[in-house]
């Protein structure tokens, strides 16, 4: 038998992800394997097995390998733990280390959702409409379809023949698998890739040989397949939420998503537990899962409103990635309208006019088509120029995160890249990247932009975004903490590796350079020197450099960064937190945490005007730039450039092509004289 005791430093613990390339590892071997937590022990084979354990981020967990092939085993656990259990950047650093790891014991690291905008007031608006969170673009017309689960009632409680019993189970998965590649690969196709993740989680669920026993010992004992499953798939899924953590509950939500599939499939009822009119609506539901929002049938289903949910849920991200209009966290009052009521549903404003005037419904048509006929048009003239219609020029370009990203923002019309995340180089690794593993992504990405401008930021991480190899003692307020410029200044060695890196692939095209998180000039003066030094050392000319705006000291300073710097760009994202002190990724404060708030319109208006006084250009590369009632604004503000997710780009485009310079300009005044940003939402309705 082999052991070993490693202490998990994953930033979320041994949740979905790690724990699903741990199992995949373990179902390789032959050898029995099993992982210990304090009291709790479980099959390394079973993911529901391994979700119970609880193991957080600075748990002590032990590994007990036994059986023929218990070396090869283990060297490859110990391997995939080191290497960080396969984690995607997207849920940050993840990474187990062999012990002694003593100190490694605080708390839960988070989901980086991105920033999300809101209208939130439920002032000043016609009785019959009811403001949410806009989730996904569009307008949808139609009538309305309350979403209820027809409860599955099981009647047969035993079984006489268990074998028979066991063939109806297995065809019933077998069947939900089918639907669940089936759902997959729509998502793939969509591109919402971290979304069709969630299947495979499904997938494996389903495949839990744990989970399988279990039913099958039951069954055996004559309990029917259905009750047998149903239990099982309770029992286990209470187990997951009595942990307590967030991220646990989710995984709870999806064993009891996959069981109910299977269950539903079992006793023949409506495969979805609902059935849709046979005539399109709008679906009002508490809340959808992934697998519903994944599921809903493109030709009935126009949009949804839930009462519940979030803008960064995984059910607004597959909306938009399927272009389906929705509108979440709307109040537990929608789910009083009655079936069939005509509705207006607004993916832009975040609103739901429940029977609306004629007028209204001819106001939402012609809003409707305006909405249809420009992201159609969108995609047409992706490679145009964004100008207004009086002649008044915006930069659209891309916010990319890696070479694919790059290439696909050419193909969408993006006129350089505003912002290249370098942070997916050094997540998900033991090491850090070495300078010439950098200098080959950067340079090839820089040649995939064919001559136009790419800015890379420098590294932007710490605080909630641990690395490995980068001692950063656990904070109590990670965003208030030693993050980017911060972080790259107090340890040299890996910015200086970085900027050599960007300096040499800017030989290959026109690059320059961003520093993250700037919030006093002496970090900009540090910055900068150590980019003039290395570049005498490499006899490379000096690029041109920027800060970010995210920070309200920088946006306060902008007049004397102005006269220093090449350019700043701003990032909304983080300026709207610090200006409002809510944490972006605050599920109960999405719908105040708004971007469009008059404070931060000031700030970006204080900014460009300092910057357009000394000569400087100014860009926008938070969530805000894409955001169809802020563009108009920010335009109107004098920004200069929009970098925006590639999705965005060709409707970005388009929309600035619908605009008038001299009108967004009184746009931007009166947004900056309103008071609160439903105020200035409620001026920009669509
Ligand atoms: C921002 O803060 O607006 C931004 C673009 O940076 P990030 O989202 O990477 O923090
Ligand atoms: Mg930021």
Known sequence: MKQLDVVIRNPTGLHARPAKTFVNIAKQFKSDIRVLHGEKKANAKSLISMLTLGAERGSQISILVDGEDEDAAMAEIEAALASGLGEGDQLGQASAVQKPAPESTDGKGQVQPAQASAVQSRSAMPANQIRGIPAAPGIAIGPVFQLKRSEIVIVDESCDDPDEELERLKAAIE??????????????????????????????LLDDAELLDAVLVKVQKKQSAARAWQSTIETRAQGIAALNDPLLSARAADLHDVGYRVLRIL??????????????????????????????????????????GGPTSHAAIIARALNLPAVVSAGAEILAVDNATQVVLNGIDGTLVIAPSEDVLEQSRQAQH????????????????AVTRD??????????????DARKAVQMGAEGVGLLRTEFLFLDRADAPSEHEQFEVYRDIVLALNNQPVIVRT???????PLLYVDVPHEENPFLGERGIRLCLARPDLFRLQLRAILRAAAYGPLRIMFPMVADLSEWRAARALVEELCRDLNAPLPEMGIMVEVPSAA??????????????IGTNDLTQYTLAMDRMHPKLAGKSDGLHPAVLRLIARTVDAAHKAGKWVGICGELGADPQAVPILVGLGVDELSVSVPAIPTVKAQIRSLDFPASQSLAEQALSCAVAPEVRAMMRV
Do not use: Y
Not at 394 to 399: D, G
Not at 459 to 465: A, N
């Open 175 to 204: 069947k939900a698998r089918g639907q669940l590649v089936l759902l997959r690969k729509q998502l793939l196709t969509s591109n919402a890739h971290s979304e069709a993740d969630i299947f495979d989680v499904h997938l494996e």
């Open 267 to 308: 006793m023949g009822a409506d495969e979805q537990g609902f059935a849709l009119p046979d005539h399109p609506v709008i679906v009002i539901a508490q809340n959808l899962s992934p697998s519903d929002t994944a599921s809903l049938d493109r030709s009935r289903v126009l949009g949804f409103c839930t009462a519940a």
């Open 370 to 385: 305006r909405w249809q006929t420009l992201r159609s048009e969108a995609h047409k003239s992706a490679a145009q120029p």
């Open 391 to 404: 002649g008044h020029r915006v930069e659209v370009v891309a916010n990319i995160g890696g070479l694919e």
């Open 459 to 465: 590294l932007d991480i710490g605080g909630d975004k």
């Open 556 to 569: 306060l300073m902008a007049d004397a960064f102005a006269s220093q710097v090449d350019f700043f760009s």
